[in-house]
């Protein structure tokens, strides 16, 4: 461990690869933006100025928080913050920290034809990630977010207030039960879809996340189907609902779309090239 009065930024990040490398796939990465949020920079800061010394409680921070990464937390909950849709997202361990992937479904969205004053529903909205970042797009649109879970409901509340789009309602609701009597020209989740049973759930950020915002019953399917059910009833006639998937779920989230009567049906590859969202429209 470097002489914590003496390091530079050059000597405490390398110093940091060497304690995460063999924890983390991404170890240069997270010794990066573990010091980035310790020093309150921006990264071209590192490599300008490579020879600053850090003070003694900037590298007694930065240690603690290596520590923490070196224990498997994910580099999110450590400084508490993901960036989305490039605003950034207060994180907690009450639900999914964001992800890039969703950005297709964000992106998707958009590109669909609707009233400029659509109705809009984010089921399981988590952090708030796709509904605040729909409302910073859409100012007219009137979005609601629903979540089950409290702690999840608070925090999109917090990250509502932090990006201040106070006209965004977020609301618990267990899926549809809190807007039963509700209709929306567009419906979208990034509900739970991973397999109960999926061997990635031991392993890495995952573990540090809620089950209940990872997995779901009938190989991961539950919950995606339940909403597509519940969806037919709460759509206006010509609107869309679009779901994000695991990459291997597209052909039969595609089957059941088809199968309520939607029409449009199609899927949406995220910036990897996988399978990553399905919509389809309601026509009545
Ligand atoms: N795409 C996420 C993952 O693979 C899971 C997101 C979800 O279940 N909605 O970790």
Redesign the pocket.
């Known amino acids: 461990m470097p002489q914590s009065s003496y390091s530079t930024i050059a000597e405490a990040l390398q110093w940091a690869y060497s304690q995460l490398a063999a924890t983390s796939e991404s170890a240069h990465v997270d010794a990066e933006a573990l010091l980035l949020h310790c020093l309150n920079k921006n990264r071209s800061f590192l490599y300008t100025w490579p020879e600053r010394l850090l003070t003694s409680e900037q590298f007694k921070a930065f240690s603690q928080m290596v520590t923490k990464r070196q224990a498997g937390s994910p580099v999110a909950h450590i400084i508490g913050e993901r960036e989305f849709w490039s605003l950034p997202f207060i994180v907690n361990d009450s639900t999914?920290i964001p992800?890039p992937?969703?950005e297709i479904l964000v992106e998707t969205a958009l590109n669909l034809t609707v009233r400029h004053n659509a109705k809009v529903l984010d089921l399981?909205t988590g952090t708030g990630a796709i509904a605040l970042s729909l409302a910073s797009e859409r100012p007219k649109w009137r979005i609601t977010a629903i979540d089950n879970v409290p702690g999840a409901v608070e925090l999109a509340k917090a990250n509502r207030n932090n990006l201040n789009l106070p006209d965004v309602e977020i609301i618990q609701s267990d899926w549809f039960s809190a807007v039963e009597h509700r209709d929306f020209d567009l419906i979208v989740s990034?509900?739970?879809?991973?397999d109960e049973t999926d061997e990635?759930l031991s392993m890495g950020?995952?573990r540090f996340?809620p089950q209940s915002?990872?997995?779901?019953a009938d190989e991961?399917y539950a919950d995606l189907f339940h909403i597509a059910d519940q969806a037919c009833k709460h759509l206006l006639t010509g609107g869309y609902l679009l779901l994000?998937?695991?990459y291997e779920q597209a052909i039969k989230v595609r089957e059941k779309l088809i199968e309520l009567g939607f029409q449009n049906v199609a899927t949406v590859r995220d910036f990897g090239s996988n399978d990553r969202c399905t919509l389809g429209q309601w026509v009545g």
Do not use: F, K, Q, S
């Open positions: 999914l992800r992937d969703t399981g990034n509900p739970p879809y991973i990635h950020d995952v996340e915002a990872l997995t779901a991961g994000e998937h695991g």
